[in-house]
């Protein structure tokens, strides 16, 4: 299929509420496009709507990675009309970065605890609670189906920058 183009924070289509999923025959074609342009940006995770389909789907894998000991590995999930529920009040701050927000960072408090409910491309049912970095980036991408980008998400602006002056010594992979 096709490495497609990623919409950048700006483009009012970023900005829309995603429609739910009902016919779920287009999604094979959908899901190549969106794997071939993750892998291809280097990202951990991707929104349809980044694509400029406004549906809700995301798809997300983090590999381990010995460069990233902190980032714990994630099976490559598909998750279409996903759910999120917090499991308690705990918060995290990390970093985030975003394929529609291309050389920045930011640091995000998330929460740290959740339970997350959809299904997969062929909709059976995913259900599973995790916890850190795995929270962390399924709470990113679902946001993308809420028209909501990591800095609308940040407390504390002085601490959103470009990656390479922030981390001088470290790629990293955009959500
Ligand atoms: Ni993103």
Redesign the pocket.
Known sequence: MAIRTVLRMGDARLLQRAVPVSDFASLPDLLVDMRDTMKAQG?V???AP?IGVNLRVVIFEVEANPRYPDAEYVPETVLVNPYITPLDDKHDEGW??????PGLRGLVSRWTHIRYQGCDEYGALIDRTVSGFHARVVQ??C??LEGV??PMQMQDMSRFGFSDLLFPNNDTQ??
């Open positions: 990202g995770g991707l929104a980044q985030e970065g975003c394929l529609s927000l990113h991408e946001d993308h980008l990591y955009d959500e």
